[in-house]
């Protein structure tokens, strides 16, 4: 298994602009997270999916950020418009009953 | 709320020297309990894992874990450090095995010759 994908790794972009993040979670696995990490608030739950539907989202900082997951195997968290406090390292996450998380490699968003 | 608080920020040990990581937990209920493994410029990998029974948990790369209820503690130990595992470590705790996680901020392991 591949894991779980995210793309793309690193992601500059000026202020302002939309920013995408995709993420392709394990085959089988029903719950999907999206997480970001910044040295000054360590690891923050943002949105999570079970079987495609959002179940919390109150950790989106703002109307500026939206999360959708179409269908089983893709999901995205959209910036819009993005903003310098925003560069952060942001993390994708599925999981399936007794076997936990498996983790991507994260995406690192740089806003200047 | 459910909340973890890992006391120290930074951990400096030799190689070859013992290890241990402190995790203390905030939950309502009977907690399900992570540490999680970070290098740098990768995700987190999962060490080990704490549900029930056993108090006493082994996990990869020769790390264990012991939960504590009196204490409210899920602390990590390896009883010999290698260079390989300097890394920054991560401890969770959550209501299941597959929902929401609370992290807490990290400590940062750094291995001297």
């Known amino acids: 298994d591949a894991g779980v994908i995210q793309s793309p790794r690193h992601e500059v972009t000026e202020m302002g602009q939309e920013v995408t993040l995709r993420c392709k979670p394990i085959?089988?696995?029903?719950?999907l997270f999206w997480y970001r990490q910044t040295m000054m608030r360590g690891l923050e739950l943002l949105i999570y999916?079970?079987?495609?539907?959002?179940?919390?989202d109150s950790g989106m900082p703002e109307d500026r950020f939206s999360a959708k997951m179409p269908n089983a195997s893709f999901s995205t968290l959209k910036i819009q418009p993005s903003e310098p406090r925003d560069s952060a390292v942001y993390f994708c996450?599925?999981?399936?009953?007794?076997?936990?998380?498996?983790f991507g490699s994260g995406t690192r968003l740089t806003v200047v | 709320a459910q909340s973890v608080t890992q006391p120290d920020i930074h951990i400096t040990v030799s190689e070859g020297a013992s290890l241990e990581l402190r995790c203390n937990y905030s939950?309502?209920?009977?907690?399900?309990l992570f540490w999680y493994v970070q290098s740098p410029g990768q995700g987190l990998q999962l060490l080990l894992k704490?549900?029930?029974?056993?108090?006493l948990v082994q996990g990869i790369k020769g790390f264990e874990a012991e939960f504590k209820r009196s204490q409210s503690s899920f602390n990590l130990r390896k009883p010999s450090v290698h260079w390989s595992d300097a890394a920054e470590y991560f401890c969770?705790?959550?209501?299941?095995?597959?929902?929401?996680?609370?992290f807490g901020q990290g400590t940062i392991l750094t291995v001297h010759p």
């Open positions: 969770a705790v959550g209501g299941t095995s597959y929902g929401k996680l609370t």
């Open positions: 704490y549900f029930s029974g056993d108090t």
């Open positions: 939950y309502g209920a009977t907690p399900y």
């Open positions: 999916f079970n079987n495609n539907v959002p179940i919390d």
């Open positions: 085959s089988g696995h029903d719950y």
């Open positions: 996450a599925s999981s399936f009953e007794t076997y936990g998380y498996t």
